[in-house]
């Protein structure tokens, strides 16, 4: 197994993706929308409510971008021990309830942790009839066991966290099905489903999609400090650094700086599951 250090900048092609008002909505009744009181979130998890217009939560760009499903050529690397290490993506323009975009994407840097390396890649998706620019995302994965090949290891330039208590602390359970649900979005990985292949990866059991997890922050973070209005959330980065497990309790420690909240998310015994994270935020929605 190896890593090709030449891939920077290669492309893992292009691909179109579309939606529908079904699938906005079973994404955000997989994140959670809903759960604690039906009629809260009828913006997004119902399209026929009198009086409301259905909406879709800024964090679902992530699963559009990632249902392309394009993995540019890495070299021959053991995706067993590939983990999703940081996340982050800017709406350009608000998500429609349906629509159809290009997406492309590239490997943007290769960095020696030593244990690991750890692979940045940038992808856009533009609207497929306009050619508007509608999403960029940058992600980042570590690949275990491919460090040491002498590259420079730069320091992690993701935001410094406030030392002062959190503004706001905001908390949501997860259902024991959490990953069931959330898997129907796209993400079939057995690893949040299937016990055996859980336990080959170290697991007693399932884990949390690390994009659930994210997708649950970005719902919390939406309704505190964007008025619940999807149009006002710019940008949203953060780190993961540990699994959550169906049915715990994730708690949400926000900071509010000038347009920017920055964000930590816990899991019920206290542990980190999401760090260094920092929300962008308009100050009006887009018209």
């Keep these: 197994m190896a890593l090709d250090l030449n891939a920077v900048g290669r492309s893992g092609g292009t691909a179109e993706v579309s939606w529908t008002h079904r699938d906005a909505l079973l994404y955000a009744i997989g994140v ?25 939560l800024p964090t679902y760009a992530v ?17 067993t ?15 429609p309830v349906e ?22 890649t940038e992808a856009q998706a533009v609207d497929a009839l306009s050619g508007e620019l509608l999403i960029t995302c940058a992600s980042a994965a570590f690949l275990r066991g491919e460090g040491g090949f002498g590259g420079d290891r730069k320091p992690g330039q993701s935001a410094s966290m406030p030392e002062r208590a959190a503004d706001a602390v905001l908390t949501a359970g997860t259902r024991p099905d959490q990953a069931l649900l959330y898997r129907l979005s796209g993400d079939r990985n057995p690893l949040h489903s299937d016990p055996t292949f859980a336990a080959k990866g170290g697991f007693p059991r399932p884990i949390l999609h690390g994009l659930c997890t994210y997708g649950i922050t970005g719902r919390l973070l939406l309704h505190a400090f964007c008025g619940s ?58 018209q």
Excluded: Y
């Excluded at 039906?38 to 909406?55: H, K």
């Excluded at 699963?63 to 053991?78: E, F, K, S, W, Y």
């Excluded at 629509?99 to 290769?110: F, Q, S």
């Excluded at 930590?264 to 015994?269: E, I, L, V, Y």
């Design 32 to 56: 959670g929308a809903g759960q604690d009181d039906a009629l809260q979130e009828l913006a997004f998890t119902t399209e026929n409510s009198a009086g409301v217009s259905q909406r879709v």
């Design 63 to 79: 699963v559009i971008v990632q249902n392309a499903g394009l993995r540019p050529d890495l070299g021959t690397i053991d995706r």
């Design 81 to 95: 021990k590939v983990v999703h290490a940081e996340q982050a993506f800017e709406v350009h323009s608000p998500l």
């Design 99 to 120: 629509g159809r975009v290009r997406v492309t994407n590239r490997v943007t840097a290769i960095e020696d942790k030593g244990s690991g390396a750890l692979v940045r």
């Design 229 to 286: 209005d999807p149009d006002r959330m710019r940008s949203m980065s953060a780190r993961f650094t540990r699994p959550v497990m169906p049915g715990e309790t994730l708690s949400v420690h926000a900071w509010q700086e000038a347009g920017d909240v920055r964000f930590r998310t816990f899991d019920g015994a206290g542990e980190i599951v999401i760090d260094h994270g920092l929300m962008k935020v308009r100050q009006e929605a887009q």
